[in-house]
């Protein structure tokens, strides 16, 4: 078994208004050495795998078809071999 840990974020071209409440909010309580927030998503997939470069090929096709909006968004993710 495969878990896969997928990061999906906006692209350094699109504005985050999130990210940007987030980093105000955090220097408006004092901490000031914060320069940027930027907000994505966290996903874990469990692949009934045992391959990684399978598990490599089936969770970057999730991605770019499903997890991830490639228009706005970039992704990345970690693989983990797992106990069932």
């Known amino acids: 078994m495969i878990l896969a840990k997928v990061y999906v974020t906006l692209k350094e071209s699109v504005l985050d208004p999130q990210g940007t409440a987030v980093q105000r909010a955090l220097q408006q ?16 997939v469990r692949l009934n795998l ?10 970057t096709a999730m991605c770019e078809e499903l997890l991830a ?3 706005i ?4 993710f970690e693989l983990f071999e797992v106990n069932a």
């Open 29 to 44: 309580h004092g901490y000031d050495e914060v320069q940027d927030v930027r907000i994505g998503k966290y996903m874990e």
């Open 69 to 71: 909006n490639l228009v």
């Open 50 to 59: 045992a391959d990684k470069q399978a598990a490599t090929e089936r969770i």
């Open 73 to 76: 968004e970039s992704y990345r």
